[in-house]
């Protein structure tokens, strides 16, 4: 069982491969919501990787973002989750993200514990249904 407050941070650096323009997302060269929402996911499922049995993983199942502030490239940028709660196979975060300046956003994202076989399958079972 995961327990409440397992923290977790990645840091990166702002390129241009992260910007609204390259994403579509928009056409300035700031950090983008949806390179902020990878950040978020990947910061909160490594977060607690080493704590799950083996043969399971975590998918994400919903994402609450609020960018409040732009970045430009060349800045870093981090996150910071924490485990809020952990029910049966449901993992919440509550995340902040920060460039050098102070907050640029915050989420709450929610993460289901898995297992990697059987997943795997039923979502490959769908190339039959087309």
Do not use: N, Y
């Amino acid at each position: 069982m995961l327990k409440i407050g397992i923290t977790g941070r990645i840091e990166k650096q702002v390129e241009l491969k992260d910007t609204a323009a390259a994403h579509g997302s928009g056409t300035l060269e700031v950090f983008a919501t949806p390179a902020m929402a990878a950040l978020i996911e990947e910061t909160c499922w490594k977060s607690i990787a080493a704590e799950l049995e083996e043969g399971t993983t975590t998918v994400g199942t919903a994402l609450k973002i609020r960018h409040l502030a732009p970045t430009p490239t060349g800045m870093k940028v981090w996150c910071e989750s924490k485990v809020t709660e952990a029910e049966g196979r449901k993992v919440r975060f509550d995340v902040q993200i920060f460039d050098e300046t102070g907050l640029i956003g915050e989420s709450m994202h929610e993460r289901f514990i898995v297992q990697e076989d059987g997943f795997q399958k039923k979502a490959d079972a769908k190339r039959s249904l087309v």
